[in-house]
């Protein structure tokens, strides 16, 4: 069965880090890159990067750069977001998302097209 | 403020056709392509529309989606409970970065 299955929820104080992880079965790991997307209580979804399970590399979004840092082991299939200092407005829902890609009119098309479940993080002191 | 422009609620009654918006600019949806997720209460997102106008498999041909210039639309035919979610629209930017809507909430009257 193809799935990304995510770690459980999160209670962390503001300044400390979190670490979520996405863990890939039924499907090539290092083929597909995977994708962060969080989205605050009651709000809309925010794009927080990528990871290239194959060979690490990364894109982050601006936002988030200095703060996020996300890595893979593919011994286990296994990719991991992890923020850091963090904020009360980092509470939030973390997903996973893989990307698929479709070759049209010799141009990439980008897609996700498999989602964990999130994972919840809250921030308080 | 998301840099893709969605109203932030739609409506309709059972069998309706609705329609969802989606602006952009010249550096995102005028040079990228669009995609779009429906979001059911308390779920991740669901692919529901790439590339545009091409539905992944097990989505009915009750949704569809377009694309002109910098704006994208998703419609949404004979209307059903069931389809009471938040939709968002997707795409890239020109420097590969990941941008989503604000969110629609479509409500089923």
């Known amino acids: 069965q193809v799935q990304v299955v995510q770690s459980g929820a999160e209670v962390k104080k503001p300044g400390a880090s979190v670490k979520v992880s996405c863990k890939a079965s039924g499907y090539t790991f290092t083929g597909y890159y995977m994708h962060w997307v969080r989205q605050a209580p009651g709000q809309g979804l925010e794009w927080m990067g990528w990871?290239?399970?194959?060979?690490?590399?990364?894109n982050y979004a601006q936002k988030f750069q200095g703060r996020v840092t996300m890595t893979r082991d593919t011994s286990i299939s296994t990719a991991y977001m992890e923020l850091s200092r963090l904020r009360s407005d980092d509470t939030a829902v973390y997903y996973c998302?893989?990307?698929?890609?479709?070759?049209?009119?010799?141009?990439?098309?980008?897609?996700?097209?498999?989602w964990g479940r999130g994972t919840l993080v809250t921030v308080s002191s | 403020q998301s840099v893709l422009t969605q109203p932030p609620s739609a409506s309709g009654t059972p069998g309706q056709r609705v329609t969802i918006s989606c602006s952009g600019s010249?550096?995102?949806?005028?040079?990228?392509?669009v995609n779009w997720y429906q979001q059911l209460p308390g779920t991740a997102p669901k692919l529901l529309i790439y590339?545009?106008?091409q539905r992944p498999s097990g989505v009915p041909d009750r949704f569809s989606g377009s694309k002109s210039g910098t704006s994208a639309s998703l419609a949404i035919s004979g209307l059903q409970s069931e389809d009471e979610a938040d939709y968002y629209c997707?795409?890239?930017?020109?420097?590969?970065?990941?941008?989503f809507g604000g969110g629609t909430k479509l409500t089923v009257l």
């Open positions: 998302a893989r990307e698929s890609v479709v070759v049209v009119a010799a141009k990439g098309v980008w897609y996700f097209d498999l």
């Open positions: 010249r550096s995102n949806i005028g040079i990228n392509t």
């Open positions: 997707a795409a890239w930017d020109d420097s590969l970065k990941g941008l």
């Open positions: 990871i290239n399970p194959n060979s690490g590399g990364t």
């Open positions: 590339y545009n106008n």
